[in-house]
C-alpha cells in the first residue's frame, strides 16, 4: 500500500485547524472550526477517535468512532465557553480487503481516480450543494458563491450526528484522494485529476495540489492524502469460448483417434507372428504407443525357410485388400515353403 498525506496553514490563516490520518488501513482528513483554537482542538479529537478504532467489522467500527467523536466534541464544547460552537468535518475510510468502507460528514471530499476519471464518492454537506440540488445554484456558481463554506453537517455540533456510510468494490489500479475544502474550493476537479493521475511519486502529487491551493492564494488550510490500494486482480474463471474452443479440440483429437483406429481395422496385410506368416486385422506399427493391429489367425510357415526377398516383405506387412486375398497370398507362401524345403 502506497500513501502520502500532505497538510499546510496556506496563505492567509494563521493556524491549521485541518487534521489528517493516515496509516496504510484507515485513511482520513478533518476540518475543523470555531475560534479560539477550538477547530484545532475538535479536527485532533476527531482524529484520535479514528486512532483507537477497533473490532471484528470495520465498517461498523468506523461508523462507532464517528459517534465517540462526535459525542467527544459536543460536550467538550459544552462544557468549554471557548471552545463554544466547534465543531469539525470528518472524511475517512478504511480498506476491508477488496472493498473500501467510507464514512463521511462535511464537506471534505473523497474522490477515486479511476482510467484517467476523477469521480467524487462522498457529497458535500453544504449551504450550496443543498442550493445547487435544489436546482437553485448551477455548481459554477456554488464554486463562487460567498457561503461556499457554510457547512450543513459537524462533528460536536448537535448531540447525535447523522454520517454517511457506503463501500465500495475497489480496482486494481484505482487512486483514492481525501482533500479538505482548502484545496477543492479553488483548485478544479480537472486540475486535481491531472496532478494524481500524472505523478507517479504519491509525496510529489500532495505537494503539487498544496502549490496549487497555495497559488491560487491558499485561502484557508489545505490537506491532502492520496493512496493507491494493492487490489489483486480478480481470479479469472476460464473464458466460456476458451473452455468451448478446449471441447472442440479435445473432440476433434478424439474423433480423429477413433477414425485412425476404423482406418487401421479395415487393414488387412500378411506378416510375422512369432517367426510365423500371420493374417492381421489393421496396419504395421503404432500410433501414440497403440498397436493398430491384431493377429486373425496364424499359420505354420516358418518364416526363416521363405526366399530372402519374401522375408523382407512380411517383416514390413504385405497389405491385402481383403481376408479372401491375405488367405490367397498365405496359400501361395505356403506353396513357396513346400517347394523350397521339399
Ligand atoms: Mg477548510
Not at 478504532?53 to 464517528?66: D, H, K, Q, T, V
Not at 448537535?158 to 465500495?168: L, N, R, S
Amino acid at each position: 500500500m502506497r500513501y502520502a498525506a500532505a497538510t499546510d496553514t496556506g496563505g492567509r490563516r494563521s493556524i491549521n485547524e485541518d487534521g489528517y490520518f493516515a496509516d496504510g488501513s484507515v485513511f482520513a482528513v478533518a476540518d475543523g472550526m470555531g475560534g479560539h483554537l477550538a477547530g484545532e482542538v475538535a479536527s485532533e479529537l476527531a482524529i484520535e477517535s479514528l486512532k483507537r478504532m477497533g473490532g471484528a467489522n470495520p465498517a461498523r467500527a468506523l461508523l462507532e468512532s464517528f459517534r465517540k467523536a462526535n459525542k467527544m466534541i459536543f460536550e467538550r464544547a459544552g462544557a468549554d465557553e471557548d471552545r463554544h460552537g466547534m465543531g469539525t468535518t470528518l472524511t475517512a475510510c478504511i480498506v476491508d480487503g477488496r472493498r473500501l468502507h467510507i464514512a463521511h460528514a462535511g464537506d471534505s471530499r473523497l474522490y477515486r481516480l479511476r482510467g484517467g476519471k476523477l469521480k467524487q464518492l462522498t457529497k458535500d454537506h453544504s449551504l450550496v450543494a443543498q442550493m445547487v440540488e435544489k436546482g437553485h445554484l448551477t455548481p459554477e456558481e456554488a464554486a463562487s458563491h460567498p457561503q461556499r463554506s457554510v457547512i450543513t453537517r459537524a462533528l460536536g455540533a448537535e448531540q447525535k450526528i447523522d454520517v454517511d456510510t457506503k463501500t465500495k468494490e475497489m480496482a486494481p489500479g484505482d487512486r483514492y484522494l481525501l482533500a479538505t475544502d482548502g484545496l477543492t474550493a479553488v483548485v478544479d476537479e480537472e486540475e486535481v485529476a491531472e496532478v494524481i493521475a500524472a505523478e507517479g511519486e504519491l509525496e510529489a502529487a500532495t505537494k503539487r495540489l498544496i502549490e496549487l491551493a497555495n497559488a491560487r492564494g491558499g485561502p484557508d488550510n489545505i490537506t491532502v492524502v492520496v493512496f493507491d490500494p494493492e487490489v489483486e486482480p480478480k481470479r479469472r474463471t476460464i473464458p466460456w469460448r476458451a473452455a468451448l474452443l478446449t471441447t472442440a479440440a479435445l473432440a476433434l483429437l478424439a474423433a480423429g483417434g477413433w477414425l485412425a483406429w476404423r482406418y487401421a481395422t479395415n487393414g488387412v496385410y500378411v506378416g510375422v507372428h512369432n517367426g510365423k506368416v500371420a493374417v492381421y486385422r489393421g496396419v504395421p506399427g503404432d500410433f501414440a504407443g497403440f498397436k493398430l493391429q491384431e493377429v486373425v489367425r496364424e499359420t505354420d510357415i516358418q518364416v526363416d525357410r521363405l526366399p530372402e526377398p519374401y522375408k523382407k516383405r512380411l517383416e514390413k506387412g504385405m497389405p491385402a485388400e481383403s481376408f479372401e486375398k491375405a488367405d490367397k497370398t498365405v496359400a501361395d507362401l505356403a506353396q513357396l515353403d513346400r517347394v523350397k524345403n521339399r
